[in-house]
């Protein structure tokens, strides 16, 4: 239970800096960090229960478009966290556009992985 909630601390961290960069993606939610934290919760859940399975899955998709499947399977879960968080809580993160998701996407995972390293996780 402990590394969920050091994993949900450090997406909660990389969405807040996805949010900070990119002017497409907007918190909702009064103040702001509630909004990210909500979208970075179920990030985190979604990456500890489906996503693996569904990379399996993919595999050979992935091999026939080296790769790219991965970002399209990556948008679909950052659009599920946020109708999730928003549906779920009223506050979460609006994702506007497939190209900016995926520069979220590549923001949120190097921020993520400075930040495990940092913290030792």
């Known amino acids: 239970m402990t590394h969920f909630i050091s994993r949900w601390l ?11 960069l990119l002017p497409s993606m907007q918190p909702i939610g009064d ?7 909500a979208f970075a919760l179920f990030m985190a859940l979604i ?12 595999i050979p998709l992935s091999l026939l478009t ?3 499947s991965a970002l399209i399977i990556n948008w679909m879960f950052m659009r599920l ?5 928003v549906a779920t809580f009223g506050v979460g993160v609006t ?8 520069l ?9 992985g400075i930040v495990s ?3 030792g996780e």
């Open 10 to 20: 450090v997406l909660t961290i990389a969405a807040a800096v996805m949010v900070a």
């Open 31 to 37: 103040p702001p960090i509630f909004g990210v934290a």
């Open 47 to 58: 990456n500890a229960s489906i996503k693996p399975i569904i990379q399996i899955l993919a």
């Open 66 to 68: 080296f790769g790219l």
């Open 81 to 85: 966290a946020s109708w999730l968080a």
């Open 95 to 102: 994702i506007n556009g497939f190209g900016q998701a995926m």
């Open 104 to 112: 979220g996407s590549l923001i949120m995972t190097i921020v993520a």
């Open 117 to 119: 390293f940092i913290i």
